[in-house]
């Protein structure tokens, strides 16, 4: 149990243009969901965290009219990178967690999309 | 969130034990310890996580020191397919966010 997808698993786009990566928790409910951001040989920078029917909320230094993050549904969530630069390659990974958590605060991650921007 | 420090890189034989260190001498009261790992091109998986006593799972065992300030992962037999990067993370209660810093990355070697 506790599976989370990613789609699409790599995307490769033009500057300029904006793609849209959604995460699913396919087998429960997920309250909350992260959005993290890795570039090659570093660690997961956490973009931002949203709630099932409210905004999100971006870290520091995150923009959030460029990295647009809906959070519609218990099982969906999709993060749009707008105007795509080349700057913005990267590995975008979401993770998941449920009502359950409790003091686990277990986050159940999906396998990442890569995003490269020609 | 407290700090961890962990070695970059280790390396072990293949079905032997594996010790990963992780400090963590600024931790509070209220910080829970968290193990996370990332295989190659994965997003994380969840390893284990503990308060004050040592735990242990299907993946791994958990060593607390009794002042909290350091933690040791334990796998127990290492395979290949549990080289990856591992991540200790302190968590502190009521904070759903965690914060990953650089992590161990453990090479088995056959």
């Known amino acids: 149990g506790a599976v989370v997808s990613q789609h699409p698993s790599w995307v490769i786009c033009k500057s300029g243009t904006s793609v849209k990566i959604e995460c699913r928790s396919l087998?429960?409910?997920?309250?909350?969901m992260f959005w993290y951001r890795q570039f090659p040989k570093q660690s997961l920078m956490l973009m931002a965290t949203s709630n099932e029917g409210s905004k999100a909320t971006y870290e520091q230094g995150v923009e959030k009219d460029k990295f647009l993050i809906n959070h519609a549904s218990l099982t969906l969530s999709t993060l749009t990178v707008t105007s795509a630069h080349p700057e913005d390659s990267s590995f975008y990974i979401c993770?998941?967690?449920?009502?359950?958590?409790?003091?686990?605060?277990?986050?159940?991650f999906g396998p990442g999309t890569r995003l490269t921007v020609l | 969130d407290a700090k961890t420090t962990q070695p970059n890189s280790m390396e072990s034989n293949e079905e032997e034990p594996v010790h990963l260190p992780c400090n963590h001498s600024t931790i509070s009261g209220t910080d829970y310890i968290h193990w996370y790992r990332q295989l190659p091109s994965q997003g994380p998986e969840y390893v284990i996580h503990?308060?004050?006593s040592n735990v242990n799972n299907r993946m791994a065992s958990l060593a607390i020191a009794e002042d909290r300030k350091s933690s040791t992962l334990i796998l127990h037999r290492a395979t290949l397919r549990d080289a990856a990067v591992y991540y200790c993370i302190l968590r502190n209660f009521g904070n759903e966010k965690l914060t990953f810093g650089t992590g161990t990355r453990l090479t088995i070697i056959p």
């Open positions: 087998d429960f409910q997920a309250t909350t």
């Open positions: 503990g308060l004050t």
């Open positions: 993770s998941a967690r449920t009502r359950t958590s409790g003091t686990t605060n277990e986050q159940f």
